[in-house]
């Protein structure tokens, strides 16, 4: 009860305001009308499940896997297993599928919804790893961020002006619901152990680092593919 009054307390502004819009501007028929309204009604209960189910389940699970790791001292399984993580989470993020799929209905370069998919997990997957690495080692975060960035940035210049903004919306989009409270609490776990650091701000940085992969990943494939 608690999680649906703070999902409705947060949502509410933008309920009141798609209300407001469709009395006095938009003004679709009753019927598309009353179809938008459930569906906010399924996404507020789509939130308030989710925040449950992250508090009580993805969270705890994801500082425990990531402290058993380090316990254990696989320090090569840990950073395999933030590739997969990362990997296959992205897959399964939806704002990720749904900003890929509008980008392949709407461009005319002939790429397809699971190719964008699949290059920015991949991106994604290989960042998260660096971000374990970091936080193993206590690295400075700007010693990942200013050269990914830079990275970026060099790369844009040779690529093709359709692609940059893609691949700066797809890295935007992968700190997502799935991808976050399960890598910011893997990260915790590790500092819960390690010692280097405060646990709770060690769980900081991983998705700033993560999200430049996706980046980098469409950029270079964009360059690969001659775009």
Excluded: C, H
Aim: no cysteine; aromatic share 10%.
């Amino acid at each position: 009860m608690k999680e649906l009054k703070a999902t409705l307390k947060s949502l509410s502004p933008a309920i009141l305001l798609i209300i407001i819009f469709q009395i006095l501007f938009i003004k679709q028929p009753l019927t598309q009308f009353i179809t938008v309204i459930m569906g906010l009604i399924f996404t507020i209960l789509g939130f308030t499940l989710f925040i449950q189910g992250a508090k009580k389940g993805l969270l705890p699970l994801g500082e425990s896997m990531g402290s058993s790791f380090i316990e254990k001292k696989a320090f090569i399984l840990i950073l395999i297993f933030g590739f997969l993580l990362g990997l296959t989470l992205t897959i399964a993020e939806p704002d990720v599928r749904l900003v890929a799929f509008q980008i392949s209905q709407i461009t005319v370069l002939d790429i397809t919804q699971n190719e964008l998919i699949y290059v920015t997990a991949i991106g994604l997957g290989i960042f998260t790893l660096v971000a374990i690495l970091r936080n193993m080692l206590d690295l400075p975060i700007k010693y990942i961020i200013v050269p990914g960035y830079t990275a970026a940035i060099i790369l844009s210049i040779f690529t093709s002006s359709d692609f940059i903004p893609k691949a700066y919306d797809l890295g935007a989009v992968t700190t997502g619901p799935m991808t976050v409270p399960f890598l910011i609490a893997i990260g915790v776990g590790i500092a819960s152990v390690m010692g280097n650091r405060d646990r709770l701000e060690a769980g900081f940085g991983i998705m700033a680092i993560g999200s430049i992969g996706p980046i980098l990943a469409i950029l270079i494939w964009s360059i690969l593919r001659g775009g």
